[in-house]
């Protein structure tokens, strides 16, 4: 199942995080790279975030309840909101602040053991990269998998801006190293902005796309006795979960039961298409056409 999936994958990515980071900030002392700093507190930040991020997937596979009806699968999108802030208050802020400072007097920093910390460098590039290749193959994640996947990115990335300014120290320009520093704090900068717009839009109620309530009502008109379609609604309440509002017209003349038969086989229809979401199937009798194709055009 996906959500065992992001779960595998999350806790996989804790504990890589955790060897990572002791590995970079063993290093950084050795050395006195920043960019090494910058990818420990870049780390650090990670190890909370996965952390909260997994805690978030345990807790919306929760059932609904009296309190949240529709279930809890927004939590995942509150957790990746939550990750987004912190990657740019925490992380990206202090990775500037840290870079500009040593960028003023990088003619007479001092560095030591700058091989170490290359090898290091790329070690935790291939480190790295086995949670990413992994997020990578799935079908289809959820939304703290993907605050995951696109964090692992932001990691190899950054390894690689790291990486660069290391080899630049060590071909003599320190400058590098502050430089690789602040291009790590832009990449996480960034992509924690569009994380943070994707997943509160989402919370905000955001609709799935015009190809997919297409995709409802042409499903809805398939069932013999259903006259016409109008009032498609339909919102995310979860990580690809769905919840989905329709109204489907029926003879005037049918006996409620029939027209409750027909409603029944709309909902049988609809609901695999939501990803174990809700359907609510409304009936109603039969519109004139002149009716009917205003509403189709408002909608």
Not at 194 to 211: H, K, T, W, Y
């Amino acid at each position: 199942m996906k959500g065992q999936e992001d779960i595998r994958s999350l806790q996989l990515t804790l504990g890589l995080y955790v060897i990572i980071f002791a590995m970079k900030l063993i290093v950084y002392k050795l050395s006195g790279v920043i960019a090494l700093l910058a990818e420990a507190l870049h780390t650090l930040s990670d190890i909370f975030i996965a952390a909260f991020l997994l805690i978030a997937s345990y807790y919306s596979r929760r059932a609904a309840d009296r309190v949240h009806m529709f279930g809890y699968g927004r939590a995942q999108n509150i957790a990746a909101l939550v990750a987004a802030t912190l990657f740019v208050s925490f992380t990206s802020f202090e990775l500037y602040r840290e870079a500009i400072t040593r960028l003023r007097v990088h003619e007479s920093a001092t560095f030591q053991n700058v091989r170490l910390a290359i090898g290091v460098l790329v070690l935790s590039m291939l480190i790295a990269a086995a949670p990413l290749v992994k997020l990578f193959r799935q079908k289809s994640r959820g939304a703290a998998a993907k605050a995951q996947f696109i964090e692992l990115i932001n990691d190899e990335l950054g390894l690689l801006a790291a990486l660069i300014g290391t080899v630049l120290v060590l071909a003599g320009k320190p400058i590098g190293d502050p430089l690789a520093a602040m291009v790590i704090a832009t990449i996480i900068a960034v992509n924690a902005v569009g994380l943070f717009r994707e997943n509160m839009s989402i919370l905000l109620g955001q609709a799935p796309s015009e190809e997919f309530i297409a995709k409802l009502e042409d499903t809805a008109r398939s069932v013999a006795g259903v006259m016409g379609i109008h009032g498609v609604r339909a919102e995310y309440i979860g990580p690809d979960v769905i919840h989905a509002d329709i109204h489907i017209e029926v003879s005037a003349t049918l006996a409620v039961g029939e027209a409750h038969d027909i409603a029944k086989k709309v909902d049988a229809l609809i609901e695999p298409l939501l990803g174990n979401g809700i359907c609510e199937v409304h009936v109603d009798p039969q519109l004139k056409e002149s009716t009917q194709n205003i509403r189709t055009q408002q909608r």
